[in-house]
């Protein structure tokens, strides 16, 4: 069977690993309830999307 | 290959997909606004507007091609005597599909489609957050308020940061964690590091 020859270096397995990386998430502020929330989606806190689209939300 | 082959199969057989559809369609067009997943709502929007489009046509052989699709008579009536008159004067694209969220569960990217002319707001329940988070999300607007000051004037935002205690601070960084804005988080961090190497100084 086939075997590697020599341990891969951390030099070398880190190489490869720096394609394996997370992307930031981009959030936009909503001009409404100035909270964070995710582009073209409704915004999750007062459920408003470019302004109307209004999901009332109501706390129990 | 599936090249060039239009529609979503869902993971389902084509009786158990073409029975969703139907289900589908009929309750848009009864509800005007249904919230369901993404895949779904994308597919659901050509055969809101090919009702819609038999509605406009309005002649019987109309009516019986939308009662084989549509489960309830009631609805195809509808379809012909409410909704064909409002859509007289457009072309197409009926209906609108709005992005919500990520279901609770299984993570299920979620939307909302509605025909484009709804009017009402959508009411929905949702548990009343925790006394912390409610006093957190009370203060978030302010303190953010108090970080778009730190961008101007970096001076008497510092000086604010040093009236407060130590747990405001901590709000604040979590706040622009959270807004993921590097700049802003960047600010806080400065602002609270250099007010704690002050505060060690009057120490």
């Given at each position: 069977m086939a075997v590697p020859k020599r341990k891969v270096s951390k030099s070398r397995r880190n190489k490869r690993r720096t394609h394996q990386k997370l992307n930031t998430v981009n959030l936009i502020i909503c001009p409404q309830c100035s909270e964070p929330h995710l582009r073209h989606r409704a915004c999750?806190?007062?459920?408003?999307y470019r302004g109307k689209e209004i999901i009332e939300f109501r706390e129990e | 290959m599936r090249h060039r082959k239009a529609g979503r199969k869902l993971s389902r057989t084509s009786s158990h997909r073409l029975a969703m559809f139907r289900n589908l369609v009929t309750s848009v067009l009864l509800h005007e606004r249904v919230m369901t997943t993404d895949a779904k709502a994308k597919e659901i929007r050509r055969w809101v507007d090919w009702m819609i489009t038999l509605g406009k046509r309005g002649d019987l052989a109309a009516r019986r091609q939308a009662l084989k699709v549509i489960r309830d008579k009631n609805v195809v009536h509808k379809l012909f005597a409410d909704l064909a008159p409002r859509y007289q004067d457009v072309n197409g694209g009926y209906s609108r599909v709005i992005k919500i969220g990520y279901r609770r569960g299984d993570g299920a990217p979620m939307s909302m489609i509605e025909l484009v002319d709804f009017t009402g707001v959508e009411k929905k329940r949702r548990r009343k957050k925790k006394k912390k988070e409610k006093v957190k999300a009370e203060a978030a607007p302010v303190e953010e308020q108090k970080a778009h000051v730190e961008e101007e004037e970096t001076g008497e935002a510092e000086q604010k940061v040093e009236e407060e205690v130590a747990e405001p601070e901590v709000k604040e960084a979590q706040v622009a964690a959270e807004s993921g804005e590097v700049g802003e988080e960047k600010e806080v961090e400065t602002t609270s590091s250099d007010s704690e190497e002050e505060q060690k100084k009057e120490e």
């Open positions: 999750p806190e007062c459920g408003r | -």
